[in-house]
């Protein structure tokens, strides 16, 4: 049923999560086109600023270069008209400064080549003006006034003044008219920045409002589905709850038969033991009697009993009592998971490091002979659960780790350890043989063993393992690579669950 329901919401929610990401997206380039417009505009002001001050700067500075033109044109006629030297002295401090103002203007307008050509035209006149002027100057220190002064009503200076006014006049018109040009783009700037302006802030609004709608109906069907939900949830619990119970029972009915049928197992096969011994003793008694015979009568002994009494039944004789004690051992298992499937867990509070520390130290002595180390990864996490069943996990997996390691390297097994929200997770890596990837899911079957059978045992330890971690409430898998390794995890609850039942 969850899983329908999964389906059914899975779909909506998928389109309302893409949607929201888009209007996202379409607010976020909004608020991106605003930025963008809004550092342009900066951009334009800052430029348009400059070439105002640009402006304002060569219009100050003709304005001072016509007032140096105008004032040494007066002072020179001061001179001419009075004589005095006062006048002279300050005409040629005014002609002095005319120049530099000039190449001031220059440089300010060297972009614009109307404003070069008028400058160079208002170069040609001033010296003119400046010939005529040392002239009129010149004539009056030499006592010559009456000459100056006709020299003065005869030249042409009037002229020169007209035109150099003319040029100064049409440069100002010229800043005037860029000034004006500048501002015009200006305003379309800052038009086209309000339009933007206004488009986004509409679009932002456009994409809020639907969001917040999306928002809305996105809410109004999770709470719908949430409610179904916890309807169909209710009927789940009481439908795992019968199931569980039903798996309860069939688990005990599984274990009581394994137990019954280990039990019953053993009384036949005692006797086949027992009988196995008898049959020894008869065979010895045989092999004396053919010793005997051979030496007193050595023709009534054939070649086929005395090789059946010293060679067949002995050999017969050990192949039976070699099954007998690997069914008893197969039996010895099968009560050992009997039995710990009826005992009763205990939770308790668990300190993995003491836990591990102990495991690491009983087989110390093995990992000494087997040249391996046992390095416990400390700080373990605690958990709550039952002590036996971890002591019994971490034993088999070390112990397991420690019997198939790699000739070809010194062993390292490593216990690790740590807390994921209610879980707990334990992992045992080591370095050796490692484990085909086609045997990783049936090592934990019962009597399914891997590799190369080189050590002792009956392929029930992995089995043990995994039986008690389900007891537990968790679960155990395993990540190998063959000829390099295995790591063993084990995911636990952090508190045993219904630790008062048995399986």
């Not at 003709?62 to 004032?71: D, K």
């Not at 005095?84 to 220059?106: C, E, K, L, Q, W």
């Not at 018109?173 to 305003?187: K, N, V």
Request: net charge neutral; aromatic share 4%.
């Amino acid at each position: 049923m969850s899983g329908v329901l999964a389906q059914r919401i899975k779909s909506p929610e998928g389109v309302a999560r893409r949607f929201l990401v888009i209007c996202m997206v379409i607010g976020f380039a909004g608020l991106a086109l605003i930025g963008i417009a809004a550092a342009w505009l900066t951009a334009r002001t800052s430029e348009h600023t400059q070439w105002v001050n640009h402006s304002y700067q060569v219009e100050v500075s003709i304005g001072r270069l016509q007032a140096l033109i105008e004032q040494a044109e007066t002072t020179r006629r001061g001179y001419v008209l009075t004589g005095h030297t006062s006048y002279a002295d300050n005409a040629r401090a005014t002609a002095a400064r005319i120049g530099p103002a000039i190449d001031a203007i220059a440089a300010l307008t060297a972009d614009n080549p109307r404003q070069t050509a008028r400058i160079a035209g208002l170069r040609r006149q001033l010296a003119a003006i400046a010939a005529e002027q040392d002239k009129t100057i010149a004539l009056t220190r030499a006592g010559r006034r009456e000459e100056a002064v006709a020299s003065f009503a005869a030249e042409t200076g009037f002229r020169r003044m007209r035109a150099v006014r003319g040029l100064l006049a049409a440069m100002l018109a010229d800043e005037r008219s860029l000034l004006q040009a500048r501002d015009a783009a200006q305003q379309n700037g800052l038009q086209t920045f309000w339009i933007v302006l206004v488009a986004s802030g509409v679009l932002i609004l456009a994409v809020a409002a639907v969001s917040l709608a999306a928002i809305t109906r996105y809410t109004r069907d999770l709470t719908a589905a949430r409610d179904r939900l916890q309807l169909l949830n209710t009927d789940l619990e009481g439908a795992v709850a019968e199931r569980t119970a039903d798996l309860s029972r069939a688990n005990e009915e599984i274990q009581r038969f394994a137990y019954i049928v280990s039990h019953d197992l053993r009384s036949p096969l005692v006797n086949v033991m027992g009988f196995t011994s008898e049959l020894d003793a008869a065979r010895q008694s045989l092999a004396d009697l053919v010793d005997a015979a051979e030496q007193t009568a050595p023709e009534i002994v054939t070649d086929e009993a005395r090789v059946a009494a010293r060679e067949d039944l002995p050999e017969a004789i050990g192949f039976i009592r070699t099954s007998t004690q690997k069914m008893d051992r197969l039996i010895n298992a099968i009560l050992k998971l009997s039995r710990e499937g009826r005992r009763v867990l205990t939770p308790e509070t668990l300190p993995l490091d003491e836990i591990a520390a102990g495991v690491r130290d009983s087989l110390s002595h093995l990992a000494m002979e087997r040249g391996a180390e046992i390095i416990v990864d400390s700080p373990l996490p605690e958990l709550i659960s039952d002590r036996l069943a971890i002591e019994q996990i971490l034993s088999n997996l070390v112990e397991n780790a420690v019997k198939y390691l790699s000739p070809d390297r010194p062993g390292r097994i490593v216990v690790s350890g740590q807390r994921t929200r209610d879980r707990v997770l334990i992992e045992v890596s080591d370095n050796g043989r490692g484990i085909a990837e086609a045997d990783h899911a049936r090592i934990f079957d019962l009597f399914r063993r891997s590799g190369t059978q080189d050590q002792p045992g009956e392929g029930i330890g992995l089995a043990h393992v995994r039986a008690l971690a389900y007891r537990l409430g968790g679960t155990i898998d395993v990540t190998s690579t063959f000829g390099e390794g295995s790591t063993f995890r084990l995911s636990l609850p952090f508190t045993l669950p219904d630790a008062g039942t048995t399986a």
